[in-house]
Nanobody
Framework: QVQLVESGGGSVQAGGSLKLSCAAS????????MGWYRQAPGKAREVVST???????AYADSVKGRFTISRDNAKNTMYLQMNSLKTEDTAVYYC???????????WGQGTQVTVSS
């Protein structure tokens, strides 16, 4: 079993930055796609960004140009650098790994991001 632990969430004013981390309990990054998802109150969970095992990346239109996904296979850690944050980015952010197209095999517990105006 693989455990994913997110960190780095918090409260920030609009226009600020945060960097989320997702640490895996064992090495899976080199063979699995990874992704960041978020869920705002009263809304469905949505994909924010994904990174393939070959390092190809994809972003939701709402975060393109502001967020950057990356990972460090040696540290079993994935990151999400979030810049120019907006109030609408407020949500619980989750990381997921493997079989993303099928709903993700592994999920973290989530980290809260709150952006105030």
């Amino acid at each position: 079993q693989v455990q994913l632990v997110e960190s780095g969430g918090g409260s920030v004013q609009a226009g600020g930055s945060l960097k989320l981390s997702c640490a895996a309990s064992r090495s899976i990054f080199s063979r699995c796609g990874m992704g960041w998802y978020r869920q705002a109150p009263g809304k469905a969970r949505e994909v924010v960004s994904t990174i393939g095992h070959d390092d190809t990346t994809a972003y939701a239109d709402s975060v393109k140009g502001r967020f950057t996904i990356s990972r460090d296979n040696a540290k079993n850690t994935m990151y999400l650098q979030m810049n120019s944050l907006k109030t609408e980015d407020t949500a619980v952010y989750y990381c997921a790994a493997c079989a993303l197209a099928s709903g993700g095999s592994y999920w973290g517990q989530g980290t809260q991001v709150t952006v105030s105006s």
